[in-house]
Structures are given as structure tokens and as C-alpha cells.
Nanobody, 122 residues
Framework: QVQLVESGGGLVQAGGSLRLSCVASGRTFSSYAMGWFRQAPGKEREFVAV???????YYADSVKGRFTVSRVNAKGTVYLQMNSLKPEDTAVYYC????????????????WGQGTQVTVSS
């Protein structure tokens, strides 16, 4: 079992930055791929970024060049650094863990956090 807790969301103006954190507990962490997804009201859950167990990184086209995903296995923590934020980035952001996920497929992950709200104003 893996428990995930996100933090770091908040209200920020367009062009600003936030860093989201996701802390994992309950089971070893390093062998899991860690994904970030987001969901805005009335929209489907959307892939944002993932870092694999072998530390390859993949990003949605909409965030590439602005967001950076990283992990510190000794702390059981994955980060999402978000720069140059835009109003369309407004959503609830979720972290997810999967042992053998298809990176961008939300249904292939095994564990999910509770989400943290990110609101970007213009």
C-alpha cells in the first residue's frame, strides 16, 4: 500500500511559479513511476508529467518547457516545479503512483493523492 499527500497549491498570478510536493509513505517508493495529473471543472482528468522508476521524464505538450518533475527517493517525495503559469493551468492537481503504468493513462495508476488546488489569475 502507498499513501500519497500533495501540497503546495495556492493562488498565483499569471507568470508566477509554484512548486507542488507529493510525499509517499507506507511502502518503498523508488520502483514506482510517479505521475502528475490535473482536472478542471467540467473537464476530463489530464496528464501533466511523469517520472519513471528509471528517471525518464515525460511532459504534456501544454506544459513542456514550463514545468519540471523530479524526485528524491530518500525523502519519498516527488516535485512538480511550475513556472510561467497561465490561467489555463488552473485545476486540481493530483499525484499518482504506479508500478507498471502507461505513463499518460490515468486509469493505469494504482494510488492517488487527495489533490491540491492551483488557481492562476490574470
Amino acid at each position: 500500500q502507498v499513501q500519497l499527500v500533495e501540497s503546495g497549491g495556492g493562488l498565483v498570478q499569471a507568470g508566477g511559479s509554484l512548486r507542488l510536493s507529493c510525499v509517499a509513505s507506507g511502502r518503498t517508493f523508488s520502483s514506482y513511476a510517479m505521475g502528475w495529473f490535473r482536472q478542471a471543472p467540467g473537464k476530463e482528468r489530464e496528464f501533466v508529467a511523469v517520472i519513471s522508476w528509471y528517471n525518464n521524464k515525460y511532459y504534456a505538450d501544454s506544459v513542456k518547457g514550463r514545468f519540471t518533475v523530479s524526485r528524491v527517493n530518500a525523502k519519498g517525495t516527488v516535485y512538480l516545479q511550475m513556472n510561467s503559469l497561465k490561467p489555463e493551468d488552473t485545476a486540481v492537481y493530483y499525484c499518482a503512483a504506479g508500478s507498471t503504468p502507461t505513463y499518460s493513462d490515468s486509469t493505469s495508476y494504482d494510488y492517488w493523492g487527495q489533490g491540491t488546488q492551483v488557481t492562476v489569475s490574470s
